[in-house]
């Protein structure tokens, strides 16, 4: 009962507070907390040199700081991968931070268990709610309630990255549309001593969310994996699906197109095989491509100039949405339910959710990165940006088709095994059939 008043004087409250917060683009209202309030998420400062997602999070986080002395910030910074196991491992316990990033994949299991605050009623109180792309929040809805508030920026997690000046001495003016084609490229950079494409699945999810989430939909459209999430008769089983798994394993066990390391290294590892020259391409996602994009920039301005950027090739079996590519948000910033107990604390803690997913976060995005977020921004000015970063903007927003990202949704349970599983199927441990059958199991049994 104590939560449940709390909770409400906490609306009352932010009513207030919010209507003098939306007057500047920089939290500046004098908020009645002083004391500790503890944020964990994964915005490294090496991933936010040219992460345009992760360098506005930290400008805005420090930001919000400087402009609230009072308040006592920790952060708990990890990257991505140690930040998964991590906030896991804090569920498990019920300990999780005040303020942490929520994966779309765990909302449902978290909320039933009371781990994550219902921030339904405030969200939609916010002063920025009008301006909002309320399509973001669906990974973190449950049971028509919201539990976050979705941050960074909204990017594909597939892009094939790929050097124009080297698939051209290939013999290709763009990137190949079928893998077939790819194949036959491979036998060119093979003799080079270069890889085709440079992949890294050594983290395991970077399988899932870069690759097979958009080679899925080109097998199944995206009514299948709609049914999945309603839990409207779809299989992990349905043979569409393992067609999409035969043909990754195809392409990453049984041709060289993928440099041979790519299931011990990440697509931190991966990206530097095409930055150095030793990839004539790389596929990952917009994080990636804003890294790779600013370190050409700054040391090879003619590799730079060469960046083009293309879909997935089409599998010779598939006959659906040959032009897709996935995109969306996969975190949110989301609340522990025990600063609810404190009426004020909670009200400073939705302030912070509010400039991390605002105006602020959004326009210096836009402005700096071309990038956009939660909150959208009316107008952006692409002609003073780079060539490259115009053509970014319009592969992910305007000339490609979109899917969804698998691990947005549905449970972790269900991902770990699809992920581990996938990876020891590379591995030639494991048949394409067996990881389906294991993925339904754990689908049936956790969501």
Known sequence: MKKFLALLVTVAIMAIACTAFAATPVASTELAYKGELEIMHFSTSEESEGNGG???????????????????????VLANAEYKTQIATLAAAGNLPDVFLLQ???????????????????????PYYADYNTAYFTPFTSNGKLYGYPVLTGG????????????????YDTFPKTWAEVEEATK??????????????????????????????????????????AKGGAKFTDPEFVACLKETKRLFADTKIFNPDFNAVTNEDAREYYISGDAAAFIGGNWDES???????????????????????QPADATKAPNSQNIGLGYAVAINPKVAEDPDKLAAAIDLAQELTGPAFSSFVAENYALG?????????LSKFDAVTAAFYNWSYVDTETCEIYDS????????????????????????????EDTQKAYEENY
Request: charged share 20%; net charge negative.
């Open 188 to 229: 060119y950079f093979g003799d080079k001593g270069i890889y085709t494409i440079a992949f890294g699945n050594g983290g395991q999810w970077q399988l899932n969310s870069d690759f097979v989430s958009t080679l899925g939909n080109r097998y199944t459209g995206p009514e299948w994996f709609a049914s999945l999430i």
């Open 54 to 76: 992760s360098d506005g999070f930290r400008t805005t986080l420090a930001a919000w700081k400087e402009a609230h002395p009072n308040i006592t910030l920790t952060e708990n």
């Open 156 to 171: 594909t997690c597939t892009v094939v990255i790929y050097d124009k000046a080297m698939w051209k001495e290939a013999g």
């Open 373 to 381: 977020g939660l909150t959208k921004v009316a107008d952006v000015d």
């Open 104 to 126: 779309g994949m765990n909302t449902i299991a978290w909320a039933d268990q009371g781990l994550v605050l219902d921030l339904t009623d405030i969200i939609k109180a916010s």
């Open 409 to 436: 949704y549905i449970s972790s349970a269900v991902w770990s095994v699809l992920n581990t599983e996938m990876q020891a199927m590379l591995n030639g441990e494991i048949e394409p059939e067996k990881v389906a």
């Open 291 to 313: 890294y790779i994009a600013q370190a050409l920039k700054d040391s090879n301005e003619e590799k730079f100039n060469n960046i083009g950027f293309a879909v997935l090739p």
